[in-house]
């Protein structure tokens, strides 16, 4: 059973970073969160989900930790962070952290003792070979840098050893089985992490990596997911209201492995791409067939149905998909749509099941900036840029001097920021509230609330059902009309203009509407 706020619950994700920064150094801190809460809230977000800010060499931007129990100075300290649960909770914001499962930096204690010649306690906390020449089958390793004669299995960059919760099915004498103690140590570890957390007052947690425990436990996932449903145990004797959310987007997996959510990401092939970022890789020559944009060459709802339907027909008795607007590995909606395509992008998102994220700065439109790589985020770089609240010096992120940010603000004349959207009744900022807004008010646009494609043809506006409500969408330049029966509704939201007859509902160019019946 999902815990019990998150029927309501929008999410928040912040790099923290880049969202504000308080002490003038350039880099954004746990202070700042706590400063902008009221803003949070007001946008209608009720939870907040901040990426890694534990200690760390930041070689992963935090995602390659040194310390899961330490605050990283740069962001503050852990009483902070404590202070930011208090505050948050004080006004309805739940808070959940990053939790790093699969791998730590280089740098972690555990690993340092791993690395030793002499047998201790951390040797099997990590998977490594038993001879200094001998890789592993089909998974990345690393020899020749350090006293024992072995070499370490990676998760994911060079910094990141793959911590050790054993094999499937062990071929090779180095390889645990997953119920071996030293392969539960690490299972333990992880929950001890967990517990030291929630203890301090954070509702749950993000999941790194989350289907990468167990080596070799390929398509089905069962020891892996065997973790979890521990882990899971765990939560509900001692935190059953904590709430977790998996980086998996194998939701069939995901929720049966005791997740509440599972994210829908930008994965190829899934659909989810289709919706805002049907053109490959950012370059300046691309094709564009964005469900969204306005000038999309072959439209078609189907392409994300396909695989949607699936997944939420399966899996809406056990949790929830998260609808994701970007994150911080994706490539920013302003990149290649515009201020009206993000509206009727954003009002998809946030009327669908489930519980939606919302990236920072998205619900201004901040662009994608063609960055250097910082912290190992090469092309996701571009959007981890400082938030922009204002004009003026670093567009209000920051007091420092401009060559201290983490990265450069926007550069452009015409860069959005939070106050002057405030000003603008018709903004993406005022549009997101709106929104939102609507959302907490009509339970039928909620997580539970039943989905069901009423018109799903091409060339015809997308609508569908949510409990009683009706919601059409229609991102082409020309009017459509869809053969239905929508008498006697009543918008209660709408861009652009709707028409409902007795037999038909006709939707203007780029419109959005949300029906309700009198
Ligand atoms: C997924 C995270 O979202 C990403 O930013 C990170 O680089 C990898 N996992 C490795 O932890």
């Not at 534990?54 to 990283?72: E, I, L, Q």
């Not at 002499?118 to 390793?141: H, M, V």
């Not at 922009?388 to 990265?407: H, I, R």
């Not at 037999?503 to 419109?511: F, I, R």
């Amino acid at each position: 059973m999902a815990a019990t706020w998150l029927k309501d619950a929008v999410f928040y994700e912040i790099y923290p970073q880049s969202f504000y920064d308080t002490n003038g150094d350039g880099i954004g801190d746990i202070n700042g969160i706590i400063e902008k809460l009221d803003y949070i809230r007001g946008l209608g977000c009720s939870a907040l989900w901040i990426n890694p800010c534990f200690d760390s060499p930041f070689k992963d931007a935090g995602y390659d930790v040194r310390d899961y129990k330490k605050v990283a100075p740069r962001y503050g300290t852990n009483s902070d962070l404590y202070r930011l649960f208090g505050e948050a909770h004080r006004k309805g914001i739940r808070v959940l952290l990053d939790l790093v499962p699969g791998h730590t930096s280089e740098e972690h204690a555990w690993f340092r003792e791993s690395q030793r010649a002499e047998k201790n306690e951390y040797s099997n906390r990590y998977i490594w070979t038993d001879f200094c020449f001998q890789g592993a089958r089909n998974l990345p390793y690393i020899g020749g840098e350090s006293e024992r004669s072995g070499t370490y299995i990676l998760n994911f960059f060079k910094c990141q050893p793959a911590l050790n919760y054993g094999f499937l099915n062990p071929e090779e004498s180095w390889q645990l089985p997953a119920d071996h103690p030293d392969a539960i140590a690490t299972r333990e570890a992880m929950k001890d992490v967990m517990r030291f957390w929630l203890d301090h007052g954070c509702d749950g947690f993000r999941v790194d990596m989350a289907a990468s425990l167990v080596k070799y436990d390929d398509e089905r996932k069962s020891a892996t997911s065997a973790i979890w449903r521990n882990v899971r145990e765990m939560l509900d004797a001692e935190y059953p209201e904590a709430a977790m959310v998996a980086e998996w987007s194998e939701p069939k997996l995901a929720l049966r492995a005791g997740y509440d959510m599972d994210f829908y990401l930008n994965n190829p092939g899934n659909g989810y791409s289709t919706l805002m970022r049907d053109y490959g890789m950012p370059s300046a020559e691309r094709e564009d067939n964005s469900y969204f944009r306005r000038d999309a060459r072959d439209r078609d709802i189907c392409r994300f149905l396909e695989t949607y339907l699936d997944w939420y027909r399966d899996t809406k008795d056990l949790g929830y998909i998260s609808m994701i607007t970007c994150n911080h590995d994706t490539v920013r909606p302003r990149f290649n749509l515009d201020e009206r395509e993000m509206k009727l992008a954003y009002a998809f998102i946030f009327t669908m099941p489930g519980v939606p994220f919302l990236y920072y700065g998205d619900e201004i439109g901040m662009r994608y900036q063609e960055l250097p790589t910082k912290e190992g985020g090469y092309f996701r770089t571009g959007s981890r840029t400082p938030m922009q609240w204002a004009p003026g010096k670093n567009l209000g992120f920051s007091t420092g001097c401009a060559d201290s940010l983490y990265l450069p603000v926007d550069p452009a004349p015409d860069a959005p920021t939070v106050a002057e959207q405030e000003q603008r009744p018709d903004s993406l900022l005022n549009t997101v509230r709106a929104l939102l807004a609507l959302r907490h008010r009509e339970e039928d646009l909620q997580a539970d609330a039943a989905f069901e494609p009423v018109c799903t043809e091409k060339g015809q506006p997308f609508v569908y059902r949510r409990g009683k409500l009706l919601i059409g969408v229609n991102p082409s330049g020309e009017t459509l009309t869809c053969a239905m029966r929508a008498e006697g509704m009543k918008p209660v939201y709408a861009l652009g203009s709707v028409k409902n007859g007795a037999d038909s509902l006709t939707m203007g160019p780029q419109s959005f509407a949300v029906l309700k019946a009198e």
